[in-house]
């Protein structure tokens, strides 16, 4: 029993799960040192979805915001999240990797790291956790918190006491959906603080409005720390506000000792600043509410109920979250946190969508299936490993051992572009978005500072969905419609939307299929078996709409090129979509005779990207 400490969330979690992590550095700053006054135990500030959002959408590099925000926060330490082999993408990289970003992040700033892993597989925390403690940063190991019938009181114990074995210097339980109810919590934390040596956090989401019963309940068994955000970006699926949680705590033997007077004049701030930037305040709806039957993080919620209703199929949501459930069972009951939540909430879509169960599955869903995420908390089902990869064994040992070194293989890649080390980790992590700004950057073309967007409230940039898709699974999409009778298909991800509906031909079109940017008044038709002034000249075209990416060529010159010549399946563009890298292959050998798209730029539906002089 003693004084409780509380870690502010409001510049990292805060504005990720309310305002898509679009708050810039800029906006930071005028208030960053009377936050650094109040007292936290820390400040998270960095990690999560923060790294790409700044090159991909702030034009801002992530390291120098690190920099920046201590040489302003003095007293108080910075702390992160790390999605432990994954660290801040969405995919498992090698072990140079994790060792050379975890030494930078810690030379840059940041004192306390949190590892998690999305199934609570420890073998992915090992490398991160040995990293942390060699750079001698306060390594916070985490346990996911979910409901299933496999999670018990006792998995939650022993991961946390083989966290500690490993070397942590304090666990975080980690309710990412807001399931921890209060009673609960107290039971979970009295067993943790009386079987472990360390000091225990308590993270939570008010989503359902659990959270600040919980943490008042985790006070009464002792936890150490919890998790808050400032009230403008508190509530709905952020954190609990820490006024709510100073007040209700005042004068009891749990007292935080914060000023609230100084709390709301930060709050102030962000208030001001949420009015100029167009954001709503946090709110719990009905939907997110469901989170006690399904499970599905808020952010995630959000993103389906709107995208049903775009596909005219809003009223299909409880077919969704009827099917989550069922789909996660089949995978093993993995927790919906990042990446898994989007595995399983994007498999449930397809399977309620096309009307037969795992008809199209996403790539990452098959990785998922092979172990290259780690080992699910219960086997995947038979029939459904069989339905998805085959007679393919998973792999049985720790995922990162079959990936091999990348950093000095990036290191050539990226040549001068990268001013630093610190450039060609950002390059390993996010290749096309990272280049991109790197050219920016060279040619003076960034513009740093406040965003003025429409309101996302609830909708999380982590929920961008699956991270690779196959190209031939947009071809089995068409095929998905013709078949069901289903008039249009959206996707989206950041504001960018590709609509495929039903439409007739237009003239020189033989496509029964059109595709449009849901954001624009234009729509390019499906291009179909149009004549061509010289047969021998083959046409690649954009499958999508997004971003077109060049990509490395495997031999010399770096890039294809005017005059490359290319081989049948050799990448020869990448298509960025929904957060998804999409390789673009050449179909038949040939040279390169003409680029039709500017690297960087976004590209439609249909349009001509390469041509190709047969061979």
């Known amino acids: 029993m003693g004084q409780l400490k509380i870690t502010d969330t409001t510049l990292r979690d805060g504005h990720q799960s309310l305002w898509a992590t679009r708050m810039a550095t800029a906006d930071m700053l005028p208030i960053i040192e009377k936050i650094d006054s109040v007292g936290y135990h820390s400040l998270e500030v960095w990690g999560g979805a923060t790294f790409d959002v700044c090159m991909r959408f ?98 939650y114990l022993q991961t946390a006491l ?4 490993m070397g942590v210097d304090s666990i975080c339980i980690k309710d990412m959906a807001g399931l921890l109810a209060p009673f609960e919590a107290y039971e979970l934390v009295k067993l943790f603080k009386e079987k472990l040596r360390i000091p225990v956090q308590l993270h939570s989401h008010y989503i359902g409005g659990l959270a600040v019963g ?91 109920v709107s995208q049903l209703k775009e596909q005219k199929a809003a009223g299909r949501i409880n077919e969704v979250l009827a099917e989550i459930p069922r789909v996660r069972a089949d995978l093993g009951y993995p927790p919906l946190v990042t990446p898994t939540s989007q595995i399983v909430g994007t498999q449930a879509v397809l399977n309620v969508l096309t009307g037969q169960r795992y008809k199209i599955v996403p ?75 790197f050219e920016d950057r060279r040619d003076g073309r960034l513009r740093p500072g406040r965003r003025t967007v429409k309101s996302q409230t609830g909708e999380k940039a982590e ?24 008039t249009e298909l959206n996707l989206e991800s950041e504001g960018v939307k590709i609509v495929i509906r039903r439409g007739s031909d237009r003239e020189g079109y033989t496509g029964m299929f059109s595709a449009s940017r849901a954001d624009k008044a234009e729509e390019v038709c499906t291009p179909g078996d149009t004549p061509q002034a010289d047969q021998d000249i083959i046409e690649v075209r954009a499958p999508m709409v997004g971003t077109f990416y060049r990509a490395p060529a495997p031999d010399a010159p770096p890039f294809v090129e005017v005059g490359t010549r290319v081989k049948p399946g050799q990448t020869l563009c ?40 047969k061979e």
């Open 58 to 155: 702030l034009d801002e590099d992530p390291w120098e915001r690190l920099r920046t925000l201590k040489r302003y926060a003095r007293k108080t330490p910075l702390q992160m999240l790390l999605r432990a082999q994954s660290l801040v993408g969405y995919q498992l990289y090698p072990d140079d990797v994790v060792r050379a970003f975890i030494a930078r992040a810690v030379a840059n700033g940041i004192d306390i790291i949190r590892i998690f892993d999305a199934l609570n597989d420890l073998r992915n925390m090992e490398v991160p956790i040995e990293a942390a403690k060699k750079e001698g940063a306060h390594v916070q190991g985490t346990v996911v918190y979910t409901i299933s019938p496999v999670h018990t009181t006792e998995h």
């Open 162 to 165: 083989e966290l500690e074995s």
């Open 214 to 304: 919980a943490y008042l309940e985790a006070a009464r068994a002792g936890v150490d720390v919890v998790d808050t955000a400032s009230v403008p970006l508190a509530f709905g699926a952020s954190q609990p506000p820490v006024e709510t949680v100073v007040r209700a705590l005042a004068g009891t033997p749990y007292d935080t000792g914060l000023d609230l007077n100084l709390l709301f004049e930060i709050a102030r701030y962000f208030d001001d600043l949420r009015r100029e930037l167009g954001y709503e305040r946090g709110v719990t709806r009905i939907t997110d509410m469901w989170v006690f039957q399904h499970q599905v993080p808020g952010g995630m919620i959000s993103n389906l």
């Open 363 to 437: 790539g990452e869903v098959k990785n998922y299936v092979r172990g290259l995420y780690g080992r699910p908390p219960v086997p995947v089902r038979e029939e459904i490993r069989r339905m998805i990869i085959g007679d393919e064994e998973p792999i049985q040992g720790r995922p990162a051992d079959v990936l091999p070194p990348r950093l000095e293989e990036a290191r050539q890649e990226i040549g001068e572009l990268a001013r630093n080390e610190e450039d060609v980790i950002s390059y390993v992590l996010f290749p096309q978005v990272a280049r991109k700004f």
């Open 463 to 486: 929920t961008g969905g699956i991270k690779k898709v196959d190209l031939k699974d947009i071809t089995q999409l068409i095929k998905v419609l013709e078949e069901t009778g289903i």
């Open 574 to 613: 990448i298509i960025e979509a929904m957060k998804l890298m999409n390789e673009l292959a050449a179909e038949t050998a040939g040279q390169v005779v003409a680029i039709l798209a500017e690297n960087g730029q976004p590209v439609e539906y249909g349009q001509v990207l390469f041509q190709i002089k």
